[in-house]
């Protein structure tokens, strides 16, 4: 995302137990090598200050109420920048971000070694773990032409028209 394009949060607050719904969803994934990864979270201000100062990409990282770091283990193999990207633990987070109307952004670090340790020592992440990026999550500020617009919208749900239940009796 570009310096312009950042989402703009509320100031409300993300509760441990919504942060904690997102970490569960991303520690649904069955792939083997992602049930070892732990989370770092932190709402603290210097902390987020000190994470956006991290790399170059991590800017956004400022403004959000909360922020979530995946680490994995240095015990392991580790996982390739391509494998955190398409990664089902961060995409089960995102996802259930979305059914929760927060907002986020991830920021990959996995080829920036000197963020990496950037972001382990603004998070005390012990030495034996590595970040992998930063996810940064927060209820997303609406304009009032947005909310307007929102009301006015149809609620979409040309979804369901790719859905096909099926059962004994056939499709319904």
């Not at 995302?1 to 100031?11: F, L, P, S, V």
């Not at 990409?57 to 995946?70: E, G, L, R, T």
């Not at 986020?104 to 340790?117: C, F, K, L, R």
Request: include cysteine.
């Amino acid at each position: 995302m570009e310096q312009n394009d950042q989402i703009q949060y509320k100031k409300t607050p993300v509760a441990n137990g919504t942060l904690m719904k997102v970490i569960k969803a991303g520690m649904t994934s069955h792939i083997e090598s992602e049930q070892t990864w732990n989370y770092y979270v932190t709402k603290g201000k210097p902390e987020l200050k000190e994470l956006a100062q991290s790399g170059e990409n991590a800017s956004a990282v400022c403004d959000a109420p909360a922020v979530i770091v995946p680490v994995y283990s240095t015990k392991g193999d580790a996982p390739t920048a391509e494998d955190v990207e398409k990664s089902r633990a961060i995409g089960n987070m995102l996802v259930i971000m979305e059914e929760m109307e927060l907002a986020g952004e991830w920021v990959n670090a996995m080829e920036d070694e000197a963020q990496q340790e950037a972001i382990s020592a603004a998070l005390h992440i012990s030495s034996e773990y590595v970040p992998m990026g930063i996810l940064t999550l927060g209820y997303p500020e609406k304009t009032p032409e947005e909310t307007k617009k929102a009301k006015k919208k149809k609620k979409d749900t040309s979804f369901r028209k790719r859905i096909h239940f099926v059962d004994s009796l056939g499709r319904y």
